[in-house]
């Protein structure tokens, strides 16, 4: 019987986001891999896929029963290992989880971004924090990917087995990466773009977090000075209609496009000038990496995520949330100097290689490993104890 794997989150779309080179990873060292989730999505190197009624919000009903399945699923399989991604994938697993690690079962969980950190609202460090402190019990391995998370477990004293850092989930630089100008403008000429366009790019979804606002307002205030300047924004959510209302409102509509849901980003990056963010809480984005693997310099906002990735006169400018006048004015010394540009963009290029996804595939392969032969060990010297 070849040992097996259990991925968990709370929707499914997250592991053919994010994580399909593991499930391949783990298939190739001959092991079964299963996944449970919420949803339909066919993902491939998957042996088996349970569609679990896991919602995102804590307060569902619905999670009593998604939390019963998986018990279920947990307590039939005897798996080796448990991986666990998501706040309530993870919540939700953790706990029905517990008595298959008496047995042996080894339950790792992924925080891609605690909810409570520097800045964030009471309320977070009131509802999460326990939360995590408590399941912090049940994980044998906690593997954090920015380093307040990593320094906030250590230093709050997280009681799982371990406590890892690695770089994110990591970026596909063979995928994301730069092309020549001649690309570049034929590119911009297909979607009706100029050549000499300042073209600002987000990919977010439209949400409170995101905070797509501030950089409409942004863009009011560089629209004498960068009239060719083009905000790009694609993603969808409950704020998209606001967003576009705030953009007439500023006499910008003619400069922010909404693009919506996009499958091409791959395409559209490489053909921008600048990558912008504005969210207020982020754990390590994935949106800046493939922007800096595609060579481009970024003005982000001041958050734990954003800092670990951009450095000030480095590849790119790090503001704080509340600054419009400073972001724009750092739009404007990019917009002006296509030399600072290039140099900012050449240096996001190098910076990248420690996010890249063979950087993040390899710092996993290590954690699994270890896990693995120490899972041998034990398992010899339980048959030492028992027939020598």
Not at 55 to 70: D, G, I, M, T
Not at 255 to 281: Q, T
Not at 322 to 343: A, N, P, Q, Y
């Amino acid at each position: 019987m070849p040992n097996k794997v259990l991925f968990c989150a709370t929707v499914d779309y997250h592991f053919k986001a994010f994580h399909l080179p593991i499930l391949k990873w783990f298939k190739e060292k001959g092991w079964e891999v299963h996944v449970a989730a919420s949803g339909e999505i066919e993902l491939p190197y998957v042996d088996q896929k349970f569609n679990i009624p896991i919602q995102r919000s804590p307060f569902q009903v619905k999670n009593v029963e998604a939390y019963q399945e998986l018990k279920a699923i947990i307590n039939k399989n005897d798996y080796k290992i448990i991986h666990c991604h998501t706040p309530m994938g993870s919540v939700l697993t953790r706990l029905a989880a517990k008595q298959a690690r008496k047995h042996g079962t080894k339950v790792f969980y992924t925080a891609h971004g605690f909810h409570f950190c520097k800045g964030a609202p009471i309320m977070n460090w009131m509802l999460y924090y326990p939360i995590e402190k408590v399941l912090a019990r049940y994980t044998d391995c906690l593997i954090t990917i920015n380093d307040e998370d990593y320094n906030l477990a250590i230093s709050h004293r997280f009681k799982a087995g371990e406590i890892e850092h690695v770089h994110g989930i990591g970026v596909d630089t063979e995928q994301f990466k730069p092309v020549s100008e001649e690309l570049k403008r034929i590119r911009r000429e297909n979607l009706g773009y100029q050549a000499d366009d300042f073209i600002l790019f987000y990919a977010a979804e439209f949400n409170k977090n995101k905070n797509q606002q501030f950089l409409i307002k942004v863009m009011a205030k560089i629209k004498d000075s960068i009239p060719n300047a083009r905000l790009l924004l694609t993603g969808e959510g409950v704020l998209q209609t606001s967003c576009s209302k705030l953009a007439t409102e500023l006499g910008v509509d003619h400069m922010v496009e909404f693009l919506g849901y996009r499958k091409d980003i791959v395409n559209l990056l490489p053909m921008c000038d600048i990558a912008v963010a504005s969210s207020l809480r982020e754990g390590l984005p994935v949106n800046i990496m493939e922007a800096m693997a595609c060579g481009l310099p970024v003005v982000a906002t001041k958050n734990r995520g954003h800092i670990q990735l951009v450095k000030n006169n480095e590849n790119g400018f790090i503001v704080n949330p509340e600054e419009v006048e400073l972001f724009s004015k750092r739009l404007k010394e990019l917009g002006t100097d296509k030399v600072l540009c290039k140099t900012l963009g050449k240096n996001s290029l190098r910076m990248v290689k420690q996010f890249s996804l063979l950087t993040v595939s390899m710092e996993l392969h290590s954690i699994y490993s270890r896990y693995m032969l120490r899972d041998i060990d034990e398992t010899k010297d339980q048959y030492n104890r028992a027939y020598i």
